[in-house]
């Protein structure tokens, strides 16, 4: 068994000049870093009094599953000999809060829409995506149900 280990920080950068001294009295910007990457600029969900023009959590955590899910299936097309020629995903989570204030996910749909070189391809394409989410490393870690409906057209 293999261990990879991952770092990164966390700064809040939203104190007004009074910190948290009431719920209205500060900002929710925060970044995200990590050594040799660009900063994420971060803040809360608008429907918590976030910034929208910049990066939610909620929205970090369907981006890494729908990268993940990207990043396994190109493996296994290229393994398996499907040519990929294009691919996007329109992912859409769904999280429900609780009475108590907290929340949690309860759905993820994948869309990705690929495109493959040849019509020869295409069984293996749509097929491969349920390899990708067996070995989806973020899908694997999460403790809600990650689905996807691909669409797979040919080149051309």
């Known amino acids: ?33 990590a050594v040799g990457v660009p900063p994420i600029a971060g803040s809360s969900d608008p429907a918590f009094r976030g910034d929208p023009s910049r990066w939610n959590p909620e929205q970090l955590l369907l981006a890494a599953l729908s990268q993940c899910h990207l990043l396994a299936y190109l493996h296994a097309c290229a393994v398996a000999g499907v040519v990929v020629t294009s ?37 293996a394409a749509v097929k491969l995506h349920e390899e990708a989410h067996r070995t989806c490393f973020i899908a694997n870690s999460v403790n809600f149900p990650v689905r996807h409906e691909p669409v797979v057209t040919v080149a051309g």
Do not use: C, K
């Open 1 to 33: 068994m293999i261990t990879h280990t991952y770092a990164t920080t966390v700064t809040w950068t939203g104190n007004r000049g009074s910190g948290t001294s009431g719920y209205r009295a500060y900002d929710r910007a925060h970044e995200v870093t």
């Open 87 to 123: 691919y996007t995903d329109h992912a859409q989570g769904s999280m429900t809060q609780t009475p108590d204030g907290g929340g949690h996910f309860t759905e993820v749909v994948l869309h990705p829409r690929v495109e493959v070189a040849s019509s020869g391809m295409a069984d």
